[in-house]
């Protein structure tokens, strides 16, 4: 039961984390009509621009610091990069955002090398924040939950509660009309952008000391945060919290239970063949729930789109 | 949803050569036939053999992408399980059964169109970005798939074969590597004849339509989605065509095949070259290998010029090399080309500037960053100096400030100069 808790707890942070992420692109997505697919690496950015920064005046700084830098590289890349290429239809922003994801991780390469980084959490948040049955839970992984809970509470008063929500709300819908009323609409894009990579970036940031900061950790988390917001439904701020929130904890009882398929195949009354290594069946035999962890949310993203193609939230077919 | 008609989707229209006549071909034959007469050392064959693989599977990529508006991010997908169900019955045919070499891409197509009609099922059901999206999703699905199914992706090490162990073919075992280009170079044939007839029939025009404008093509009486789904599938065939020439030239396919690295990569080849032309991809899939092995030999930082190339292409020229090319036709139609000739001229030394100083500014960054402790020397276009010297960087970067601010100044005459070389008055002069 205790480690029933524990994993509660260890998806929710997963989950929330996933969450910074694709709340984002969803505000970026249904603001712009435009699927950032360099957004993991806004988040691997985060990360890395927090660690540099940390090596020089500790961790606090670059929480602050780091998303900023993110969002204002983020705004540029929109004014001088997606806004040429946006003429031209979605599909080449598509390719325009997909090319900028592997520019990315060249560069992160190119000034870090392809080695970990030794991105470490801060010491004041060095303890265990309490304790379940002999298992400890780090007060740092509270902090990420307080994170990312306080960034989505401010996402949803600013959206709906504010005027300048109320003018992002506007300018998606009836741009020309916003834009007459004497807003300046392109501006408008142009935060929404910043401000979504500055969220990733936030993300990266919190997230860098605990699931490691290396080139590969955008393409780890890339598709992943996709196929979220597929599951949730595209546009859908709640199908994005609950998808986050079920892949978060897909993934975390799925590593921890180390559920046999062999069990499960003699339980039912089947003969392993004997010798193992010689059989077709080989591979489902040998087959654990930790080993088939990382492909759960892709079957998952399949199973949903056989039966509901709109996404679990989503409102139109496409 | 309206599109303007300027994409780079819908400028497949425009024809670059008149591929309906039959001399493009027969050159095409021609060229195949020579080339491995004129480079005949074996890494230029292995560099033409991987070229004509990636033509293959580029011509794929782009029924879909270009044809049918279908940008997509798992095609690695059909490449890689067509190629490993190739490989699969090459084992077979060295236990007994009977099929010479050169049948075997019609295998690999067979299952690579069998996986496009499984997964095309439900993908093909949206267009546009969710049918990214969810080409994304199958294809990390199956590349991460292959690491668990040992017994048929062979695990982290692959699975491999012997191409020579099967019936002899006229006299042919595909021992010798020039052997195995002919067998290439009669498959890319027979692959992109078949994909430009595919255009012609009405089928391929239909998809053309769906790209364009899916409501109308609706209201037609054509249901959008079978479209979609029968131009998928034939593009799995043709990349399950390209993924058994793999395993015949490689005799190695491995999870790498499958995953994300490869179905980039030829979407990168494929919109380098120009989506939407029947030969953009191939060139781009001819420059893409060239690039690959080429810069690979000189610079380790390669695929970071390959990112800048992909990215620039994206913003300033859409339309790809194809595309670039193409402007060119009427100026040269009205025999106005020479007034091209002093603009282009004047551009290509500042041009030059801003390759070779972007280079030398990156080139040296990178060996700051990365040399080991002490070593400082660095040789660059032949010559040796101190890589942490003030001197080399601020002339880098010098040197393409100024490349950069005369292309700048030059940017006016050019446009002027196309303008004249574009307009019908005094043509054919």
Known sequence: ?318 | MSISPNTPLTAGTRRLLPLNLLWPWLVAAVILIILPLVFDSRSALTIMNQMGITIVFALSYNMLLGQGGMLSFGHAVYMGLGGFCAMHVMNMVEGGLWLPLPLLPIVGGIFGLFFAFLIGSFSTRRAGTVFAMISLGVGELVAASSIIIVIFFGGEEGISGDRTMGPEFFGLDFGAQSQVYYLTALWLFIAALGMYLYTRTPIGRISNAVRDNEERAEFLGYSQRHVRWISFCASGFFAGIAGALFAINFEILTEENLNLVTSGSILLATFLGGVGFFIGPIIGAIVFTLLQTVLALYTEIWSLYLGILFLATVMFFPFGLTGLLAIHILPWKLGKFRLLVKPYALMAIPALMVVLGGAAFLEILFHIRSAAVGDSEMTLYGITFDSHGVLPMLSAIVVFVIGVYLLNKLAPMLKEAFAQATSMKGAGS
């Not at chain 1, 306080?150 to 504010?162: N, P, R």
């Open chain 1, 1 to 318: 039961m205790s480690l029933f808790i524990v994993n509660i707890l260890d998806g929710l942070v997963t989950g929330l984390l996933l969450f910074m992420l694709c709340s984002g692109l969803t505000l970026i997505f249904s603001m712009m009509g435009v699927l950032n697919f360099a957004h993991a690496s806004f988040y691997m950015l985060g990360a890395y621009f927090a660690y540099q920064i940390s090596t020089y005046t500790g961790f606090w700084v670059g929480l602050i610091v780091a998303p900023i830098i993110v969002g204002v590289f983020g705004a540029l890349i929109e004014r001088y990069g997606l806004r040429r290429v946006h003429k031209y239809g979605h599909v080449p922003e598509l390719i325009f955002t997909f090319g900028l994801a592997l520019l990315i991780e060249e560069v992160v390469q190119f000034f870090w090398g392809r080695s970990q980084m030794p991105y470490r959490a801060p010491e004041a948040l060095d303890f265990a924040a309490f304790s379940i049955a002999g298992n400890a839970f780090p007060a740092y992984k509270v902090f990420m939950i307080f994170v990312a809970i306080g960034l989505f509470l401010a996402l949803l008063y600013i959206l709906t509660k504010t005027r300048i929500g109320m003018t992002i709300q506007a300018a998606l819908s009836y741009p020309e009309t916003v834009q007459n009323l004497g807003h300046n609409v392109p501006l408008v894009f142009m935060g929404v952008f910043g401000v979504g990579t500055a969220m990733a970036g936030l993300a990266g940031v919190i997230a860098g000391p605990v699931m490691g900061t290396f080139p590969g950790m955008a393409v780890f988390l890339g598709s992943i945060v996709f196929v979220t917001i597929v599951i949730g439904g595209l546009g859908s701020l709640w199908g994005a919290l609950i998808a986050s929130l079920l892949i978060g904890w897909i993934q975390t009882f799925a590593a921890t239970y180390n559920v046999r398929m062999e069990d499960i195949l003699t339980g039912l009354g089947f003969d392993k063949p004997e010798p193992i290594w010689d059989s077709a069946w080989q591979d489902l035999w040998t087959l654990t729930l930790p080993q088939i962890g990382p492909i759960l949310p892709y079957l998952l993203m399949v199973i949903v789109l056989v039966v509901r193609p709109q996404g679990l939230f989503g409102k139109r077919e496409s």
